[in-house]
């Protein structure tokens, strides 16, 4: 694969990396800039290349799981990740191209730690989920959707398209609200890392969870 530093290797690291995990690319992203000023916007473009397959990877799930509900989200799905393609060619870096050397920070998805801790989160939030819908309703479920993006939200839309108590809706506006909290989240690990780039990861991440709103009306 190419190195991290070639512009090719920008897209292939942003766009490989989101199929496993988006967060974890945003934390390895951030510490490669932080170590290294001179690819600081390559690494903020692989970042937001990764939340962009986010929402594909998940669309791709719930097309699995649950046609029914991926016929009426996936349009919102593909609006979001198309932004954060956008955003991906606005921040690209023109400068001359510079090594980095390869990423070796991002965890092997199909490694047995992964998958196991993976097993527990979805079965321990399957559990949540069912009881906080019992105690809270609707609401609830809306409540723990925010909190569970601050962690793969993979497990939680799982456990949620799984069951087919939830009105739909609730489950769309669950979904949505779920990667809206993981986008604000990835927004912060980077920013919070890379001080040079604050403002620019403000801006963007900004905008891009502000357009999430809307969607959750539609």
Same mark, same amino acid.
């Given at each position: 694969m190419k190195k991290?530093?070639?512009?090719v290797g920008i897209w292939l690291s942003g766009l490989l990396g989101?199929?496993?995990?988006?967060? +974890?690319?945003? =934390? +390895?992203?951030?510490?490669?800039?932080?170590?290294?000023?001179? /690819?600081?916007?390559?690494?903020? &473009? +692989?970042? =937001?290349? +990764?939340?962009?397959?986010?929402?594909?990877?998940? !669309?791709? %799930?719930?097309?699995?799981?649950?046609k029914g509900l991926a016929f009426g989200i996936w349009w919102k799905l593909i609006i979001l990740s198309g932004v954060g393609l956008l955003f991906a060619i606005l921040v690209h870096d023109k400068t001359e191209e510079t090594s980095a050397g390869p990423i070796t920070t991002i965890q092997n998805p #199909?490694?047995?730690?992964?998958?196991? =801790?993976?097993? #527990? !989160? #979805?079965?321990?939030?399957?559990?949540? $989920? %069912?009881?906080?819908? @019992?105690?809270?309703?609707?609401?609830?479920?809306?409540?723990?959707?925010?909190?569970?993006?601050? $962690?793969? /939200?993979?497990?939680?839309?799982?456990? =949620?398209?799984? @069951?087919? &108590?939830p009105v739909e809706n609730i489950i769309e506006s669950a979904i949505i609200i779920s990667m809206m909290s993981n986008t604000i989240i990835k927004g912060v690990y980077f920013g919070f890392l890379v001080k040079g780039l604050r403002k620019k990861v403000i801006f963007y991440f900004a905008i891009w969870v502000a357009l999430h709103i809307p969607l959750l009306f539609i």
């Open positions: 991290f530093g070639d512009k989101g199929i496993a995990s988006s967060t +974890a690319v945003s =934390i +390895a992203m951030g510490n490669i800039a932080k170590n290294n000023v001179l /690819i600081s916007k390559r690494a903020f &473009q +692989a970042t =937001i290349l +990764a939340s962009s397959v986010m929402y594909l990877r998940i !669309l791709v %799930i719930i097309y699995l799981l649950n #199909f490694e047995i730690k992964p998958a196991v =801790i993976f097993a #527990f !989160l #979805f079965v321990l939030l399957s559990i949540i $989920t %069912i009881w906080v819908k @019992q105690f809270f309703g609707g609401s609830g479920l809306l409540a723990l959707s925010a909190i569970v993006g601050v $962690t793969d /939200i993979d497990p939680f839309i799982l456990s =949620i398209i799984s @069951q087919h &108590q």
